[in-house]
Protein backbone atom coordinates (compact mmCIF):
# COMPACT_ATOMS: atom_id res chain seq x y z
CA UNK A 1 0.00 0.00 0.00
CA UNK A 2 1.56 3.25 -0.82
CA UNK A 3 0.09 6.93 -0.28
CA UNK A 4 1.69 9.56 -2.21
CA UNK A 5 1.03 13.24 -1.43
CA UNK A 6 1.57 16.59 -3.77
CA UNK A 7 0.42 20.19 -3.65
CA UNK A 8 2.39 21.58 -1.41
CA UNK A 9 4.39 24.76 -1.44
CA UNK A 10 4.49 28.33 -0.55
CA UNK A 11 1.81 30.73 0.10
CA UNK A 12 1.34 34.36 1.34
CA UNK A 13 -1.50 34.63 4.22
CA UNK A 14 -5.01 34.34 2.85
CA UNK A 15 -4.22 32.23 0.05
CA UNK A 16 -5.24 28.65 -1.05
CA UNK A 17 -3.51 25.80 -1.57
CA UNK A 18 -4.67 22.42 -3.12
CA UNK A 19 -2.97 19.02 -1.74
CA UNK A 20 -3.74 15.77 -3.22
CA UNK A 21 -2.95 12.42 -2.04
CA UNK A 22 -2.62 9.61 -4.37
CA UNK A 23 -3.42 5.66 -3.58
CA UNK A 24 -2.28 2.12 -4.53
CA UNK A 25 -2.19 -1.43 -3.78
CA UNK A 26 -5.33 -1.30 -1.61
CA UNK A 27 -9.43 -0.67 -2.95
CA UNK A 28 -9.37 2.69 -1.91
CA UNK A 29 -13.19 2.72 -2.00
CA UNK A 30 -13.40 1.11 0.87
CA UNK A 31 -11.06 2.80 3.53
CA UNK A 32 -12.03 5.84 5.24
CA UNK A 33 -9.55 8.24 4.88
CA UNK A 34 -7.77 11.63 6.99
CA UNK A 35 -5.24 14.60 6.72
CA UNK A 36 -3.07 15.40 9.22
CA UNK A 37 0.07 17.54 10.03
CA UNK A 38 3.05 18.60 12.17
CA UNK A 39 4.75 21.73 12.46
CA UNK A 40 8.07 22.24 13.56
CA UNK A 41 8.71 21.29 17.21
CA UNK A 42 4.90 20.05 17.56
CA UNK A 43 3.05 16.89 17.89
CA UNK A 44 1.31 15.87 14.66
CA UNK A 45 -2.38 16.87 14.89
CA UNK A 46 -5.59 15.86 13.34
CA UNK A 47 -6.72 17.96 10.22
CA UNK A 48 -9.60 16.37 8.67
CA UNK A 49 -11.21 13.20 7.81
CA UNK A 50 -13.70 11.38 5.00
CA UNK A 51 -15.73 8.31 5.38
CA UNK A 52 -15.09 5.47 2.46
CA UNK A 53 -18.57 7.14 0.60
CA UNK A 54 -17.36 10.50 0.75
CA UNK A 55 -20.70 11.14 2.70
CA UNK A 56 -19.69 12.41 6.05
CA UNK A 57 -16.38 14.90 6.42
CA UNK A 58 -14.83 15.95 9.84
CA UNK A 59 -12.58 19.02 11.37
CA UNK A 60 -10.43 19.97 13.41
CA UNK A 61 -11.38 23.16 14.71
CA UNK A 62 -8.49 25.39 13.78
CA UNK A 63 -9.61 24.62 9.61
CA UNK A 64 -13.00 24.79 9.79
CA UNK A 65 -14.56 26.83 7.41
CA UNK A 66 -11.28 26.82 5.44
CA UNK A 67 -10.78 23.82 4.62
CA UNK A 68 -12.48 21.25 2.78
CA UNK A 69 -11.58 17.55 2.27
CA UNK A 70 -12.93 15.36 -0.62
CA UNK A 71 -12.09 11.84 -2.46
CA UNK A 72 -12.76 10.38 -6.24
CA UNK A 73 -13.03 7.27 -5.67
CA UNK A 74 -12.95 6.51 -9.09
CA UNK A 75 -9.68 8.01 -9.43
CA UNK A 76 -8.24 6.59 -6.10
CA UNK A 77 -7.20 10.28 -4.85
CA UNK A 78 -7.84 12.47 -1.73
CA UNK A 79 -7.82 16.12 -1.77
CA UNK A 80 -7.31 18.89 0.82
CA UNK A 81 -8.21 22.11 -0.47
CA UNK A 82 -7.00 24.73 1.72
CA UNK A 83 -8.14 28.49 1.33
CA UNK A 84 -8.01 31.32 4.30
CA UNK A 85 -4.16 30.14 4.82
CA UNK A 86 -2.71 31.34 8.11
CA UNK A 87 0.96 31.23 8.97
CA UNK A 88 -0.22 28.92 11.68
CA UNK A 89 -1.53 26.00 8.56
CA UNK A 90 2.83 25.99 7.86
CA UNK A 91 3.63 22.11 8.53
CA UNK A 92 4.11 19.05 6.46
CA UNK A 93 0.63 17.47 5.80
CA UNK A 94 0.47 14.21 5.38
CA UNK A 95 -2.56 11.32 3.98
CA UNK A 96 -3.51 8.25 6.28
CA UNK A 97 -5.78 5.30 5.81
CA UNK A 98 -8.02 4.22 8.66
CA UNK A 99 -8.40 0.69 8.44
CA UNK A 100 -11.33 0.89 11.23
CA UNK A 101 -13.44 3.41 12.81
CA UNK A 102 -15.85 2.64 15.91
CA UNK A 103 -16.72 6.72 16.70
CA UNK A 104 -15.59 10.40 15.40
CA UNK A 105 -11.87 10.78 14.17
CA UNK A 106 -9.47 10.99 15.30
CA UNK A 107 -9.40 8.73 18.67
CA UNK A 108 -12.05 6.46 17.07
CA UNK A 109 -10.60 5.54 13.59
CA UNK A 110 -7.61 3.48 13.33
CA UNK A 111 -5.58 5.14 10.95
CA UNK A 112 -2.06 2.67 10.04
CA UNK A 113 -0.74 3.87 7.02
CA UNK A 114 1.19 7.25 6.26
CA UNK A 115 1.93 9.12 3.28
CA UNK A 116 5.79 10.80 3.05
CA UNK A 117 4.13 14.25 3.68
CA UNK A 118 4.17 17.06 1.80
CA UNK A 119 5.71 20.54 2.96
CA UNK A 120 2.96 23.83 2.68
CA UNK A 121 4.60 26.81 3.90
CA UNK A 122 2.35 30.15 4.29
CA UNK A 123 4.13 33.09 4.82
CA UNK A 124 2.84 37.02 5.03
Known amino acids: VQLVESGGGLAHTGGSLKLSCVTS????????MGWFRQAPGKEREFVAA????????YYSEFVKGRFTIARDNAKNHLYLQMNDLKSDDTAVYYC??????????????????WGQGTQVTVSS
Open 50 to 57: ITYTGSTT
Open 96 to 113: TKSQGETGPPPDAWDFDT
Open 25 to 32: GLHFGNYA
